[in-house]
């Protein structure tokens, strides 16, 4: 039997675990092995964009750093495609494990 990926959509080694921890999909609801899902990790502000600047206008410290949302976040394979977190990619491409690049805003 051929296979379509390498790690058979898991990270699971072949013959290390037997059982994986499942895990909520963000979108679904549905379960799916904790190997298996697709993960992001979110950082987001507290407020958003608009209501900050009202807040840092009206605050009393000067320089103060509103406190950051962090979120670890789990897609199932077929929600995280649907809502385009992850795409389809070709059979050559799919051999590349490398991570995308990272675009960060530059500060000026």
């Known amino acids: 039997m051929t296979k379509k990926r390498r790690n058979t959509g898991r990270n699971k080694p072949a013959k290390g675990r037997g059982h994986v921890r499942r895990v909520r999909c963000e979108t679904s609801g549905c379960l799916v092995p904790k190997d298996k899902a697709v993960k992001r990790y979110i950082v987001r502000n507290i407020v958003d964009a608009s209501a900050l600047r009202d807040l840092q206008e009206s605050s009393v410290i000067d ?10 976040v789990y897609y199932s394979i077929s929600a995280a495609i649907h809502s385009r977190v992850v795409r389809v990619r070709s059979r050559v491409a799919r051999r590349n494990r490398a991570p995308p690049p990272r675009f960060r805003p530059s500060k000026d």
Not at 63 to 72: E, I, N, S, V
């Open 63 to 72: 320089g103060y750093a509103l406190p950051k949302l962090y979120r670890k």
